[in-house]
């Protein structure tokens, strides 16, 4: 065995010094899934009807390189452009919230397109404090309150809580937060988180992206994190961890990339017992999988592949199965599933058609509605939709940012929620009778 002299300890020390803050500075200006390059104001898409299906290798690779430069001529179109179907009948009717990559900026509409209310905040989240934003800010999730009080995750930055008015509440800044949060019914918030490091278990001079679990009080306050690679390795994941060593090199260290946290209610847990309540349920994009993890214990107790691929926004449905959000980034077709988690039989699929086609290859939601419709987050186009149980679209909604010299870009949609015509108070003038 040789010995290591202390010398070359403390060189292989500032090797990883310089590793770290290497990559850190990467993730900022290198990583198109991070989104930060500094001369990014917008996140544009060519419109469906300019981009012929299905997409090439090459296409997709362009789209890509066009994702990472900025197009500041961005501006409204009319917002009688913004619904193009709506069947009122067949719709779950209420208000829609949605995020969009044209500006930080949350937008609540009605089922017509009619903007009731925004919420805005031009700087970035810098510890406590708000200091002047680079062009890239965005809001990539966002909670609101019955009273008006939303709390909006700007990706890469932190979490911010604004009154009605857009007045701050207050700033946090819990680490690099990223893509998703769940804020619950006692104010708690969980919330994912990043940072930069070298970890020996995954690679002894690369650096990585360390995926964390970061739960805060009502008031923004960190009260623990946990690290999903502790959580596997604590599990003996070791195919998982393999997987994800995998992607040091193709991922620019992103070997995990999770992108969706939810906390179980513990609904389906007489079923499947692993989805107890106060579990966290994950999907990790890199490695084409979804996870439950216990905190307590920081062990992963559940995961499932299926013919899910990039996959997004799993969530738990009243019937117990999973609804998910199928990217099929290398397909160019996307798929929402809808599969029972004890068996992963698929339970019903939606899938685009040569008249109505589906593809997001980054981003992309979806949810199941009260009246059994579903509600679809098309990112990249810029364009949300309802579906019946039975397939057919009722609403469509496509964002009305756009630039270009024809119009002929579109800016992606991170989020739209629907939300039920009771939901808010009497603050919100929605121009509707109240008799």
Request: aromatic fraction near 10%; include cysteine; glycine fraction near 6%.
């Amino acid at each position: 065995m040789t010995h290591s002299s202390p010398d070359s300890l403390k060189y292989r020390a500032l090797q990883f010094s310089i590793c770290i803050a290497l990559f850190s500075l990467s993730i900022l200006f290198v990583n198109p899934d991070a989104s930060a390059q500094k001369d990014v104001k917008f996140q544009w898409h060519i419109k469906r009807e300019s981009t012929p299906q299905p997409l090439t290798a090459e296409q997709l690779e362009e789209i890509e390189r066009l994702e990472s430069q900025g197009y500041s001529g961005g501006e409204r179109a009319l917002a009688t452009s913004m619904i193009t179907r709506y069947d009122e009948a067949r719709c779950y009717n209420g208000f829609n919230l949605y995020l969009s990559a044209y500006a930080p900026a949350a937008s609540l509409i009605d089922m017509h397109g009619k903007v009731l209310h925004q919420w805005t905040y031009d700087k970035s989240v810098q510890g406590a404090l708000l200091a002047d934003a680079s062009d890239d800010q965005k809001w990539h999730m966002a909670h609101v309150y019955p009273n008006g009080d939303i709390i909006v995750l700007q990706h890469l930055q932190g979490l911010l809580k604004l009154d009605k008015d857009s007045n701050v509440l207050w700033a946090r800044t819990p680490g690099l937060v990223h893509h998703d949060m769940d804020v619950r019914d006692d104010g708690s918030i969980f919330v994912l988180t990043r940072n930069a490091t070298v970890r020996l278990s995954m690679s002894e001079n690369y650096p990585i992206l360390d995926d964390t679990i970061t739960q805060l009080d009502a008031q923004g306050e960190v009260v623990r994190v946990v690290s999903i690679l502790d959580c596997m390795e604590n599990a003996g994941e070791y195919g998982l961890l393999a997987e994800a060593r995998g992607n040091l090199k193709s991922d620019r260290g992103d070997i995990l990339h999770t992108n969706t946290i939810e906390v179980l209610d513990g609904s389906i847990s007489a079923r499947v017992p692993a989805f107890k309540k106060g579990r966290i349920l994950l999907s990790c994009r890199s490695i084409n999988t979804i996870l439950v993890v216990d905190l307590d214990q920081e062990k992963v107790v559940w995961k499932m592949k299926g013919s899910f691929t990039y996959q997004h926004d799993p969530s738990v449905l009243d019937n117990g199965n999973l609804l998910i959000f199928d990217n099929n980034r290398r397909g160019g077709k996307s798929t929402v599933i809808e599969f029972d988690p004890a068996t992963g039989m698929e339970r019903w699929v939606y899938r685009g058609t040569e008249a109505d086609p589906f593809f997001s290859f980054q981003n992309g939601r979806c949810d199941r509605l009260p009246n059994g419709n579903t509600l679809i987050v098309e990112s990249i186009f810029g364009r949300v939709f309802e579906v019946t149980p039975d397939k057919e679209i009722v609403w469509e909604f496509w964002n009305p940012e756009r630039s270009g010299e024809d119009g002929e870009y579109i800016a992606r949609v991170y989020e739209c929620l629907r939300l039920p015509v009771d939901y808010f108070g009497a603050w919100l003038d929605t121009g509707m009778s109240k008799n």
